[in-house]
């Protein structure tokens, strides 16, 4: 880990708390159905926002991860058990909430042969038969390479599949454990070949010791397997024993970030210091949907 003196905070890193009711309620559902979410087990900066608006990202297959990435403050370790019945908790957590798009998210599961890939795929249908109008967003781990678990997901056919670079190439094997940014890149490549129609989408965090030539590059490279939706947020160092953060992106080297993505051909780029993975997911959709129908035209 560095040793570099840690930096203090800028003042555009600010978090707005909002603990109405909306939050309270949402807080108490996901215990009543002992479900998890993203939101809470990462220390997502933009909770309050979301949940007071009434959206949140579903983490399912438990709480335990099988890596440990030095970016991360998920839990780490063996998970004991899988609940085959999380599915249909999600998809009555999701019709109470009454949402109109739906991210569902999980920790690694590299003790399952699949992955994970079925849960995920019960929960798209769960989530069908409870919400037919509400589109479902997968953000999935890359289920080690294998192209059948893959499939599994993609037949039960989200609307945006989403699968995480997270950092540049070169920055890739120290940021993160297990995932190799090739096996991430051929992910997104597989995705569009099994389901051509389904909008793919990535994120990457900026801070961590990359340079900017190579985030420019990591563009590329996601264009180059016809990735539609880009976010890039701001990393925050989760805890002292994380990863330290490199550097504070302004919010106007975001913006210039966002107008080189559009340049290469992103339906839509999501970039600013507190953007995370599912931030305004709502919207990416609709702009994915819009750039469709625009390339059938």
Request: with cysteine; glycine share 4%; net charge neutral.
């Amino acid at each position: 880990m560095s040793t570099k003196a840690k930096q203090p905070k800028p003042e555009w890193i600010k978090i707005k708390m909002t603990n109405n009711e909306n939050y309270q309620e949402i807080k108490s559902m996901m215990r009543s159905k002992t479900l998890h979410t993203v939101c809470e087990e990462a220390r997502c900066p933009n909770i309050y926002e979301c949940w007071a608006n009434r959206t949140a990202t579903f983490m399912i297959l438990g709480d335990i991860c099988t890596r440990a990435c030095r970016f991360c403050a998920v839990n780490t370790g063996m998970p004991t058990e899988l609940d085959l019945q999380e599915p249909e908790r999600v998809a009555e957590a999701a019709e109470q909430m009454g949402l109109n798009h739906c991210v569902i998210t999980s920790v690694a599961r590299d003790d399952l042969k699949d992955g994970g890939a079925t849960i995920f795929a019960e929960t798209i249908r769960a989530m069908r038969r409870r919400l037919p109008l509400c589109s479902v967003e997968v953000l999935i781990p890359d289920f080690m390479g294998d192209i059948e678990s893959l499939k599994i997901v993609m037949d039960a056919k989200p609307d945006i599949l989403n699968h995480n670079i997270e950092t540049v190439e070169r920055m890739s094997d120290r940021v993160r454990a297990r995932a190799k940014y090739p096996r991430s890149m051929e992910l997104l490549r597989n995705s569009k070949t099994l389901q051509p129609n389904i909008p793919t989408k990535s994120s990457i965090m900026l801070g961590v010791g990359e340079e900017w030539d190579e985030i420019l590059q990591a563009m590329d490279d996601l264009r180059a397997v016809d990735c539609d939706i880009l976010t890039l947020g701001q990393y925050l160092q989760p805890s002292p024993k994380h990863l330290n953060v490199a550097k504070y992106y302004t919010p106007e080297e975001f913006a210039i970030l966002k107008e080189e993505g559009l340049k290469r051909g992103f339906s839509h780029v999501e970039s600013g210091p507190l953007v995370r993975s599912s931030y305004h997911a709502h919207e990416q959709v609709k702009s994915a949907s819009k750039s469709k129908e625009t390339s059938t035209v």
